[in-house]
């Protein structure tokens, strides 16, 4: 049985070290019946001084007396079955300074307990958002209980089930117990800033190329992950609302350093044809429209939370219509051109695609939609075949337009 446990500890090995103040490296060693020593596994963690990044406090986070620290921690597990693997953290701690909230020092002068709330984050741009555990120093369980569904794991000074494998939470057989309520209050006052803060630094991080803008994205929730556990659910919304009133939290496509506000940003869409997509955000970025990159859980999230919607700004065939009539058309590829038209004839707005030259005929060339003669072109059907006009020939429009792309066409030399 304690061979067992042991080995139970190894899965988390690299998080154990993560929330310790006095301990940096754990080995897990084997003594046999003949008094010859093992190491299983030895897990270490290090942050020299320098990796704590000094950024100034926001007023959010100032406002309610939270003061903490961000740095970046490098996990190294060793074992001789395998090879040596580090992972590099970024990890923030967070303490609500005495008089923010009185129940809360009141109850850690009852319970002995010390208001500080830290968040870690792996810091690879490839791995899964939903990952969150929950932390005592060392990692609870790994069960459904104790995951969040958040990109960071969590960890606090939480009063814990007599078996210390479970955090108490304020339920009906529990709602006068003052290590849940002291629980409950940590996820109300002080956990929103902490990660507010951690999404923060990392933005600051990213201004200096030392984290990808990949990852600062990763530590924003995936509300999918969090939607059947209320709890986190409601903080990933709670952050999502917090998030939006700080300034620059959006990175450019054009360049990755530059980070704007939500109104003053582009929004992309995932709706469309990845290669359709790709035209458009080439013309959008050359025509120095705020075009931002942000993967889907974070225009989920945007979508779901922001609280005027209706003022924000999205990739929409009306808006990129509006980009090509001040733009120098002629320089965008043929394929290009080809996959923006098919993007702009989407939403049937035919209308507003007057003077655009973007009609393609079969020699290659493109024409402009207007009502002048110069600038017919035809289409062919079942029943008017293109070879009984041979002489007109590089009139029609070319053989290899998308589906999509003729039947709106057909419908446009209709109205």
């Not at 992972?87 to 701690?93: D, E, Y």
């Not at 922001?306 to 929409?316: A, M, Q, S």
Request: net charge negative; charged share 25%.
């Amino acid at each position: 049985k304690a061979t067992q446990l042991f080995d139970s500890f190894i899965p988390d090995a690299d998080i154990s070290v993560l929330f310790l103040r006095s301990v940096s490296s754990i080995s897990l060693v084997h003594i046999d019946s003949d008094g010859s020593v093992t190491v299983r596994m030895k897990v270490s963690a290090s942050s020299p001084p320098s990796t704590f990044l000094d950024f100034p406090e926001t007023g959010d986070v100032r406002r309610n007396c939270v003061q903490g620290k961000t740095s970046f921690k490098a996990v190294t597990c060793s074992s001789p079955s395998q090879e040596d693997t580090t992972s590099k953290w970024l990890v923030t701690a967070c303490q609500l300074m005495e008089g923010r909230v009185p129940e809360i020092d009141s109850l850690a002068g009852k319970l002995s307990f010390y208001p500080q709330v830290d968040v870690a984050f792996q810091c690879d741009e490839d791995r899964a958002c939903d990952g969150g555990r929950l932390s005592c120093f060392l990692p609870l369980p790994n069960n459904e209980t104790n995951r969040t569904g958040l990109p960071v794991h969590i960890n606090a000074c939480f009063g814990l089930t007599d078996n210390r494998r479970y955090i108490k939470w304020q339920e009906e057989d529990q709602k006068n117990d003052e290590s849940a309520e002291w629980n409950e209050l940590l996820i109300k006052e002080v956990l929103p800033y902490v990660y507010l803060k951690i999404i923060q630094d990392a933005i600051q991080l990213s201004k200096k190329s030392m984290l990808p803008v990949g990852s600062v994205y990763n530590l924003w929730p995936d509300l999918r992950q969090t939607e059947h556990r209320p709890r986190w659910h409601k903080v990933a919304e709670d952050l999502f609302r917090r998030l939006f009133k700080i300034q620059e939290i959006f990175s450019l496509a054009k360049n990755e350093k530059k980070w704007v506000t939500a109104l003053d940003a582009v929004f992309p869409t995932n709706e469309t044809d990845s290669d359709i997509m790709s035209a458009v955000v080439r013309l959008l970025v050359e025509e120095g429209e705020n075009l931002v990159t942000a993967p889907e859980h974070v225009l989920l999230g945007i979508n779901k939370t922001f609280p005027n919607p209706g003022t924000l700004k999205w990739v929409t065939p009306s808006l990129v219509r509006s980009v090509l009539h001040r733009s120098e058309i002629e320089s965008i590829s043929k394929d290009g051109k080809l996959s923006i038209l098919e993007y702009v004839l989407s939403d049937g707005k035919y209308e507003e695609l007057k003077g655009l030259q973007l009609l393609p005929l079969s020699d290659g060339s493109f024409r402009s939609f207007t009502n002048q003669e110069d600038d017919t072109a035809l289409i062919d059907n079942e029943n008017f075949s293109r070879v009984l006009l041979p002489f007109c020939k590089d009139q029609f429009l070319p053989h290899d337009l998308s589906n999509s792309t003729v039947k709106h066409l057909r419908e446009m030399a209709m109205t």
